[in-house]
């Protein structure tokens, strides 16, 4: 996926967006963190009380004074002891508020990326199968899994902090202010040297951590590849490769990490420069003013007390930088994929519809992968309800695609597929989808119970009527057999079992959602001749009542077919109803009216 370049306002006007809904969690955050300052402002006060009104003869704060008796002010133990209380606590307040802090954040942070994350899941699930065909799956998985949580660092570790630190700035610079000017003027002059580095820095940080996640996705992407083609990298014996090719990868995410520690640490530098100097002329003019008596000695210890809270954060303002503009390279990502618009476009005003007839009309259909390959050209026939249609051709002519068509993973480029009478693309995507049952050449199970893997087609079916589809399609005579019946774990993608039980197992699915429609893409082609027969005889009950689309290339699957739909390099080469005797001669064709083409043209002689 290419690049897409956004502005820091517009990466923040989109983030504000999505995380609008939990804005009273993050003000109850802002609040408690706020309850920080406070205590921050309070935490060199007894030290202060201590070298001034214990150690020295000044009087206490003056608003502390109607609070304190007397007694106390005028005993050296009275205010020593009231010191030691003061400061458990101060200690006690910071704790608590910390505790409640830890705990709104974390609840917020992980409830906002949890729902990030869904929106995107969902967002990904829409996209159409030739963007996951073209794209790949990692780039998706990586986003989600590990892009999203950007949103939580940006608006819980982030923004809060940011918001908190400028008020304690405020608060820190007001006390300063009052007890000696100058000192505040000095503290806050490198504000604008810091400033323009984190403008100088900030640009080049995310373009460097942009990349770098794009290398950590390639690697992420070798990985994934390599252990779900486990079995082909070791008949191969390139296990060796396979490393090469994560290491080539993680190597460019390694010194990718490597150039932006450099500019991490070049601008880690300049702060540190920035706050030494400004630390060291506070000290220089405070110690003159002591000097002269402007100023206590307890003044300038609080004051350079508030410099340390004040330029502390800043001396770390590096790791923060760093942070920032890593969430920020990955939220960039987030939203480039959420900028993917889906192929198919459900209408709003979609008709619904709950049990079709059947019947089925492509009408001048054309369809290219990304409107450059041309794969499907002028396709026109009709079917009525309750025909098995078999589908023959060249690897490669079409045929899966025709079908595809039907389920909309795809739209055509030109005409139109009318189920009904209506146009696919008018219906409601989920009530069209509905219609279909759909078995595939790869038995496709997910790494759950063979129980939930038959109920996937219908998850509220009840256990009786998994058994009854698992009957009808020969399974449940393996299933009874295993250790824990139909609660046996499959693994993943059903590698537990044989390649005719994960068939059967996807038959009984097929069973228990009891689709209008059949779609069985060469269900018969990676299993033996006696289990391919098992699996006929269950297509044929299980076709009985529907209409069914079969492709195949052994001519035995497809005797049965009421009709033969033969597909040359995506256009209609046949259609012939005398389906046992086109099986021994292909060359009678049921409309040489329709499709002119001589034998010899439509086979090479």
Sequence with gaps: MDKKTYSSFELYRRLFLEVRPYCLHIAGILLITLLATPVSLLIPLPLK????????????????????????????????????VLTMFIALLGGLQ???????????????????????F?????????????RGTTDSTYRIQYDAPAIQWIAIQGFIPFIAAGLTLAGMFYIIARLDLQLAVVAIAISPVLYLGARTFNPRLRNQWWHITRSDNSAFSVVQEALSALRVVKAFGQEQREQERFVRHS????????????????FDLLIGITTAAGTSAVLFVGVQHVQTGSL????????????QQLFGPLASLSDMTAHAQRSLASAERVFALLDEAPDVIEKKTGVPMSRATGALAFRDVCFAYNGDFPVLSDISFEIKPGTRVGIMGMTGGGKSTLVSLLTRFHDPTQGQILLDGVDLRDYKLADLRSQFGIVLQESILFSTSIGENIAYARPGASQHEIVEAAKAAHADDFITLLPDGYGTMVGERGMQLSGGQRQRIALARAFLKN??????????????????????????????????????????????????????????????????KAIGDPSVFLTPHTYPLSREEKFGG
């Excluded at 214990?54 to 205010?79: E, K, R, Y």
């Excluded at 033996?528 to 009985?544: G, N, P, Q, Y």
Aim: net charge neutral; with cysteine; hydrophobic share 45%.
């Design 251 to 266: 190597s460019e995410s390694f010194l990718g990490r490597v150039r932006a520690a450099w500019s991490e640490g070049a």
């Design 296 to 307: 206590t000695l307890g003044d300038l210890l609080l004051v350079m007390s508030y410099l």
């Design 49 to 84: 009380i201590a070298v001034d009104s214990v150690i020295g003869s000044h009087a206490i704060p003056a608003f502390l004074q109607p609070v304190i008796p007397q007694d106390i002010t005028d005993s050296p133990n009275g205010m020593l002891t009231f010191v030691i």
């Design 98 to 120: 910390r505790v409640a802090s830890t705990w709104l954040r974390t609840y917020t942070g992980e409830k906002l990326t949890l729902t990030f994350r869904t929106k995107l």
């Design 122 to 134: 969902r967002h990904v699930q829409r996209l159409s199968v030739s963007y996951h065909d073209t």
């Design 515 to 580: 689709a209008p429609i059949l779609i069985l893409d060469e269900p018969t082609s990676s299993i033996d001749i006696k289990t391919e027969k098992e699996i006929i005889e269950v297509m044929e009950r299980l076709s009985i009542g529907r209409t069914v689309f079969i492709i195949a290339h052994r001519l035995s699957t497809l005797k049965h077919c009421d009709l033969l739909l033969g597909i040359e390099k995506g256009q209609v080469a046949f259609i012939r109803s005398d389906v046992s």
